[in-house]
């Protein structure tokens, strides 16, 4: 297979679209360093931030892959991007409710 059997835009687009999302997915990484942490109590702090962390990577690299194997042999693949949408929401929701932890002390 040869480049030119492809349209140049929709070789860039694809690289544009793949640029992004690896920038939005980065830009994620940097402030959850700070604001994990914060969610506990100094003596639990880094035991806290660690499970917190790898039980999210394990629950949500684990369990996601099976339901959306489901979902796409049920209902298709747009059940798949309803799922991935779920998810957003109830990550913007979770973030939403918790606490602020800007006067309390350390």
Do not use: C
Request: aromatic share 10%; proline share 6%.
């Amino acid at each position: 297979m040869t480049l030119a059997d492809r349209p140049l835009t929709n070789l860039l687009r694809r690289r544009l679209h793949r640029s992004l999302t690896f920038a939005i997915l980065g830009a994620s990484y940097g402030p959850m360093a700070s604001f994990i942490p914060e969610l506990f109590a100094t003596e639990y702090r880094y035991t806290g931030a660690g499970l917190a962390y790898n039980l999210a990577g394990v629950v949500g690299g684990a369990i996601p892959p099976v339901i959306a194997g489901i979902l796409l042999t049920t209902f298709g693949s747009y059940a798949i991007a309803l799922l991935l949408i779920a998810f957003v929401l109830v990550s913007l929701l979770s973030t939403l409710l918790l606490p602020e932890t800007n006067a309390r002390r350390l």
